[in-house]
């Protein structure tokens, strides 16, 4: 057992043991004994575990309804020849997309070194939202 096959365990089983192969039980459980950042990692998995556990908030009655008759339709005002529609629109919401992909991609906000770290600050809301 490697570290990495244990980090790789634990994000696609979760941190509770029941849920690992069992063939590579017994492995990962002396493995995570020894290695203090082994453990971290278990318990951030456990965090996210009882995160992902919350049941789903319903969606408030009506909700859909409301915002669809809030829509409003906005007059174009461009000058003439200028062609500002729906595909302008489209393209543009592409390239910010593909800004912010390449931007996070490039920044190596991923990156599995960084997943530890990463999900403390995501899940630092956890103490408001578990009893």
């Given amino acids: 057992m490697t570290p990495e096959r244990a980090r790789t365990i634990l994000a696609a089983h979760g941190a509770d043991p029941a849920h690992w192969p069992e063939a590579e039980r017994a492995a990962l459980?002396?493995?995570?004994?020894?290695?203090?950042?082994?453990?971290?990692?278990r318990d951030a998995e456990a965090r996210l575990d009882r995160v992902m556990a919350l049941p789903a908030l319903a969606p408030l009655p009506g909700l859909a309804?409301?915002?669809?008759?809030?829509?409003?339709?906005?007059p174009q005002t461009a000058a003439p020849g200028w062609d500002f529609g729906l595909g302008?629109?489209?393209?543009?919401?592409?390239a910010a997309a593909l800004a912010m992909g390449l931007g996070l991609g490039l920044?190596?906000?991923?990156?599995?070194?960084?997943?530890g770290a990463l999900l403390d600050q995501v899940l630092n809301v956890e103490e408001e939202l578990l009893p």
């Fill in 88 to 94: 302008w629109a489209r393209a543009a919401a592409l």
């Fill in 29 to 41: 459980a002396a493995l995570i004994a020894r290695d203090p950042a082994l453990a971290s990692w």
């Fill in 65 to 74: 309804g409301r915002i669809a008759s809030a829509t409003v339709t906005v």
């Fill in 107 to 115: 920044s190596g906000v991923g990156a599995s070194e960084s997943n």
